[in-house]
């Protein structure tokens, strides 16, 4: 006797990236986590002022870490355009070299 199977439907590499994508646009949560990026900015402040008084307030640190994820947002984006127009799905170092370059003048 011959039983028939069901295949397991296929799951192209593009449509769950892209599933992916659309979910993490539509999410609202950090894509840094706090903590890590508060010791950042910490080391940043140590390094930059010599001296480990200064301290941030909680909603200050909190914009600041907003400003960053939409910086590097925008910038992934406008890069993910650049190998696009390129030709390219993937996104390579000269990609970002060519947007910094664009970005400055």
């Given at each position: 006797m011959i039983t028939a199977h069901k295949k397991q439907p296929?799951?192209?590499?593009k449509s769950k990236a892209l599933r992916e994508i659309r979910h993490e646009q539509s999410s609202t949560r950090q894509l840094i986590p706090n903590a890590p990026f508060s010791r950042i900015v910490k080391d940043i402040i140590e390094d930059a002022t010599g001296s480990s008084e200064y301290r941030m307030r909680k909603d200050a640190l909190q914009a600041l870490q907003?400003?960053?994820?939409?910086?590097?947002?925008?910038?992934?984006?406008?890069?993910?355009r650049i190998a696009l127009h390129c030709g390219r799905e993937t996104l390579v170092v000269e990609d970002l070299r060519i947007w910094k370059g664009i970005k400055e003048n």
């Amino acid at each position: 006797m011959i039983t028939a199977h069901k295949k397991q439907p296929l799951v192209r590499l593009k449509s769950k990236a892209l599933r992916e994508i659309r979910h993490e646009q539509s999410s609202t949560r950090q894509l840094i986590p706090n903590a890590p990026f508060s010791r950042i900015v910490k080391d940043i402040i140590e390094d930059a002022t010599g001296s480990s008084e200064y301290r941030m307030r909680k909603d200050a640190l909190q914009a600041l870490q907003a400003d960053c994820e939409s910086y590097v947002v925008e910038m992934f984006n406008e890069s993910n355009r650049i190998a696009l127009h390129c030709g390219r799905e993937t996104l390579v170092v000269e990609d970002l070299r060519i947007w910094k370059g664009i970005k400055e003048n």
